[in-house]
């Protein structure tokens, strides 16, 4: 028997599961099991916590197709929620082990102490990064992706993971599912990437609807905001906070580019627990 429990950051939906008390030997095939939406739990993957020698607890995320991700934005957020509801911690600042290096979360307590709500200092973006962007500076500066025969300029931005953001004028008017798909297995991604499409609607909100590697499209991707914010900064799109719109709904974005860290805020919610018997 297997505890799990169903959380979601805006809809961007995982598994989460203590490891400590219930160890998963294989999560690659959990994932692909228990991610299909009509014979398993239905998710985006799944996210293993444990705890850490070098953080508070440490996070492993394996999206629905069973490839492991190096950081969430949404997850982290959770996995804060549920070591606080959980009584694994009684901290409002936690540390978290990922693959990108060590996140820190501060809860933000609601008026009756409960937690719905969390900051996660993302870490540096970086702009450039020759092992997931196969051009000679690294980035995307002049190397134009097609798709659907359609060329898109984008900016690339890394938040651990990788992302290619594309503003674009109409949002409604870009096959996501088809642009993106195409876009993520460019082989100027040797790791392939996360696809960000963005319009800067009138009030300077920026919407994005994103395109997940591993994953397909999802109602929010909080390291996809993050390098959606970074992106809008870096061309004169929005200032250093902005306010990243997608399908699940808002989260904040801080860029400080003094050091090139990254905050994020936004919800973090339980949707119910469930057992597994096999």
């Given at each position: ?22 160890p998963i030997q294989d999560p690659e095939g959990f994932s692909i099991k228990w991610s ?206 902005s306010k990243v719109l997608m399908d699940g709904g808002q989260l904040d974005i801080t ?24």
């Amino acid at each position: 028997m297997l505890k799990f429990t169903k959380m979601h950051g805006l809809g961007n939906d995982y598994i989460y599961v203590n490891t400590d008390l219930y160890p998963i030997q294989d999560p690659e095939g959990f994932s692909i099991k228990w991610s299909k939406p009509h014979t398993g739990i239905g998710s985006d993957g799944l996210i293993m916590i444990s705890r850490s020698d070098v953080a508070d607890f440490r996070m492993r995320i394996f999206n629905a197709d069973g490839t492991e991700a190096m950081m969430c934005g949404n997850g982290s957020r959770c996995v804060g929620k549920y070591v606080y509801d959980k009584k694994l911690t009684d901290k409002t600042q936690i540390s978290l082990e990922t693959l990108s290096g060590i996140k820190y979360i501060t809860l933000i307590p609601d008026a009756d102490g409960e937690i719905h709500k969390a900051t996660v200092d993302m870490g540096k973006a970086l702009l450039s990064n020759v092992m997931q962007v196969d051009t000679p500076t690294g980035d995307l500066s002049g190397t134009p992706l097609v798709a659907c025969g359609r060329k898109y300029t984008a900016t690339y931005v890394c938040m651990g993971n990788p992302h290619a953001v594309i503003f674009v004028d109409d949002i409604s008017k870009v096959d996501v599912a088809a642009a993106g798909s195409k876009i993520e297995f460019d082989p100027v991604f040797p790791e392939r990437t996360n696809v960000e499409f963005v319009q800067v609607l009138a009030d300077g909100t920026l919407r994005m609807r994103v395109w997940e590697r591993g994953s397909g499209i999802t109602q929010a991707c909080g390291t996809g905001a993050c390098a959606t914010a970074v992106a809008a900064f870096l061309t004169g799109r929005a200032g250093s906070s902005s306010k990243v719109l997608m399908d699940g709904g808002q989260l904040d974005i801080t860029y400080r580019q003094a050091d090139g860290t990254v905050l994020m805020t936004g919800p973090a919610e339980t949707a119910f627990e469930g057992e597994l018997q096999d």
